[in-house]
């Protein structure tokens, strides 16, 4: 990769990049799913990612949490180069994804979900609910989710705004830099998509690296600061969510980059 | 519950026994009846029993109760294991029956292999974990149904115990510590010291929960609540013992089956482990994601349902003195799969308690028991039986969409 387009707009911090992706490409036989993509999302800001059905938002982000191997390119961290070979060396680093699906066992209570697979547990292997219910409460305060009455009521039992809360507060809770929000607000309701955006501005202020994939412009021209949008498997662009439109996203997502195309003028 | 968005800061429930018994009545209505209909059932087969027969309720009689269910409870154990899984085991009576034909070869007294009795039993409980361990790796890493490896285990471990017994029939159990198992009766002054033992422990697991959760600053359970689950636990315990104790005295199999009931309970409830079963049952690939090694839980389950039917075939093996060619045969492998459900385990995965075993078992062994009392045939029992089954399972079913719908 010889120039990257990430340098070509303004970020919003002088420092590097907490989470960056260099020239990523992947095939799936024939297929090319990424074509040298370039991503980066920095510390305290909401990265969108857009692009239409089949655009490679999913598969960066399997690349980047380890699912699937890049076959070309390089993922930094810190500005290091990072070694992520499965989910585990994602997770190691801090990276940690919130699923559309969530990922949550309907039949376990809030605080079984949010230490699921990582339990605290005494020399015997005995599990210490005491301490995992208090720092499950504490979690949840430090996101103000304030709706769910009781953590240890069954998951089935909450609605989704609630449920995604659940699951964003358990990518939260490990120490984690990166946040990674596959789609948050497909499935919910106007109040409960607000309630969940609110926590995604939380997440940045707190100090993490958020991602938000979504294919609501709405949702993102409220809480991104820039959109990266990808077509067909390459980079369009990164836009500051300040100076752009949510027309000019559009275009990009469905057309390309304006400039590129004839008959478009820059207003 | 809260309403959907707002974002009200919602009162944390409150401990009072007025709101505990609140929420539980809601729940109640809303399809989780919990282990309520088992309760209910059982007080109602043993009313009609007893006024038909009063020898139902003698000493005597619970006794030989007790003796007959251990068996099966204790398979229904590892069943419950496998059920939470939402998997099934179909080769669970055959195993058994292998573990009872390892115990009654290794015990053949002057033979080359004779070993004693503790190491036979060691050894045959050993074998019947790897054969389920087996099975649960073509479930896990072959991917065939564990429906189908099980059939095939049904098949083929039915198959060898008609080979290995052959033509002689019967195997016949000399060795006294293998009988001991089911034939072996606590004196008066052991039973009851066991009961104070139980109740100790009880109260000491209770206490312990509390100052932890104190400790941690969340709020305790209800007191008074806590206190009264105690008197209840000691009030059965002793009551039994007591009960026991006028006749031959409380079994050694029935202490068995209170020792599995408790450390698997332990696994299921307070391990990391049981909680990844749970996790695994309800949800996979949440499992996986979440960094759990599915395929490794699920050859453990087989392992554990291997295992527990090892120890209730050796179980039966020591109640008949003896082996035969019908080792693992009969209904045993329905009554175990049907206390695991009568319990209130569900077929789907991930809902049910070890407990369970020990409730289902109760009430197809009151059953059982109160026909064969009453002298009517095998016909009648078995009818009973599957009625009984088709009932629970309804109330699982109708209790799910319940759930459902209240959105629970």
């Avoid at chain 1, 938000?212 to 990164?238: C, K, M, P, Q």
């Avoid at chain 2, 919602?10 to 009072?16: D, L, T």
Wanted: aromatic share 6%; with cysteine; charged share 15%.
């Amino acid at each position: 990769m010889t120039s990257a387009p990430a340098e070509s707009t303004p970020s919003p911090t002088a420092t590097t990049p907490t989470l960056e992706a260099r020239g990523v490409s992947k095939s799936f036989g024939s297929v090319d799913a990424l074509i040298d993509v370039d991503f980066e999302v920095r510390t305290g800001e909401v990265m969108a990612l857009v692009g239409d059905n089949g655009a490679g938002k999913s598969t960066l982000i399997k690349c980047i949490a380890g699912i699937h191997p890049i076959d070309e390119g390089e993922v930094l961290f810190d500005g290091q180069k990072a070694s992520i070979h499965g989910p585990k060396d994602a997770v190691k680093l801090g990276i940690e994804v919130v699923y559309q699906d969530l990922a949550l066992c309907d039949n376990l209570d809030v605080v079984q979900n949010m230490y699921l697979g990582r339990e605290i547990r005494d020399f015997i292997g005995r599990l210490k609910e005491a301490p995992m219910e208090a720092r499950t409460a504490d979690t949840l305060k430090g996101l103000r989710v304030t709706t769910i009455s009781s953590i240890r009521q069954q998951v089935a039992s909450l609605s989704g705004g609630q449920r995604q809360s659940v699951a964003i507060g358990r990518a939260v809770m490990w120490n984690s830099r990166v946040v990674i929000l596959d789609e948050p607000t497909a499935a919910l309701g106007v109040a409960q998509t607000e309630q969940v955006l609110q926590l995604v501005s939380r997440l940045a202020e707190q100090g993490l690296a958020v991602v938000l994939i979504s294919h609501n412009l709405h949702d993102i021209f409220e809480v991104a600061d820039r959109i990266t949008v990808l077509r067909l498997g390459r980079n369009v662009t990164i836009y500051d969510r300040r100076t752009t439109s949510q027309e000019t996203v559009v275009h990009a997502i469905t057309a390309g980059v304006p400039t590129k195309v004839a008959g478009i003028t820059s207003e | 519950m809260s309403t959907d968005g707002a974002t009200v800061d919602a009162a944390p429930p409150s401990n009072s026994l007025g709101a505990i018994a609140r929420r539980r009545f809601e729940a109640l209505k809303a399809g989780d009846v919990g282990t309520l209909p088992i309760i209910v059932g059982l007080v109602l087969i043993v009313a009609f029993f007893y006024s038909k027969n009063s020898n139902y309720l003698s000493a005597g009689n619970f006794t030989n109760l007790m003796t007959q269910m251990a068996g099966v409870t204790t398979i229904a154990i590892g069943v419950v294991f496998v059920l939470l899984l939402g998997e099934i085991d179909l080769s669970i009576a055959y195993v058994s029956g292998i573990a009872g034909i390892v115990v009654a070869e290794l015990q053949i007294p002057d033979s080359s292999w004779e070993v004693k009795g503790v190491v036979a039993i060691g050894i045959a409980v050993t074998i019947t974990a790897l054969i389920g361990g087996l099975q649960g790796s073509f479930v896990a890493f072959v991917g065939i149904p564990s429906f189908v490896v099980t059939l095939a285990g049904l098949l083929f471990w039915q198959g060898v115990i008609l080979y290995v017994i052959g033509d002689a029939g019967v195997i016949i159990i000399e060795d006294t510590t293998i009988n001991n198992v089911a034939n072996y009766f606590f004196t008066d002054k052991v039973g009851y010291l066991m009961a104070a033992a139980a109740t100790a422990l009880f109260a000491l697991s209770t206490l312990s929960g509390v100052v932890s959760r104190r400790r941690h600053g969340i709020r305790t359970d209800n007191l008074i609540l806590e206190v009264a689950k105690l008197v209840v636990f000691t009030a059965i315990i002793f009551g039994a013992v007591r009960w026991a104790n006028q006749e031959r005295g409380f079994p050694l199999a029935f202490l068995l089956v209170i020792i599995f009931l408790v450390f698997w309970s332990w696994v299921a409830e307070r391990t990391a482990f049981g909680r990844h079963v749970y996790a695994v049952g309800g949800n996979a690939e949440a499992a996986r994601r979440a960094g759990i090694n599915v395929k490794r839980i699920q050859v453990q389950v087989f392992m554990i349902s291997g295992l527990m039917a090892g120890f209730g075939g050796v179980i039966f093996a020591a109640r008949l003195n003896s082996v035969d060619l019908n080792a693992g045969g009969g209904t045993l492998l329905l009554d175990a799969i049907s206390a695991a459900v009568i319990g209130g385990t569900s077929l789907f995965g991930g809902r049910g308690r070890v407990i369970s075993a020990l409730m289902g078992a109760l009430v197809i062994s009151t059953v059982a028991n109160g026909i064969d009392l009453l002298g009517y045939s095998s016909a009648i029992k078995y009818m009973v039986t599957g009625l009984i089954l088709l009932a629970a399972v309804t109330l699982d079913a109708v209790s799910r969409r319940r759930l459902a719908q209240a959105g629970r």
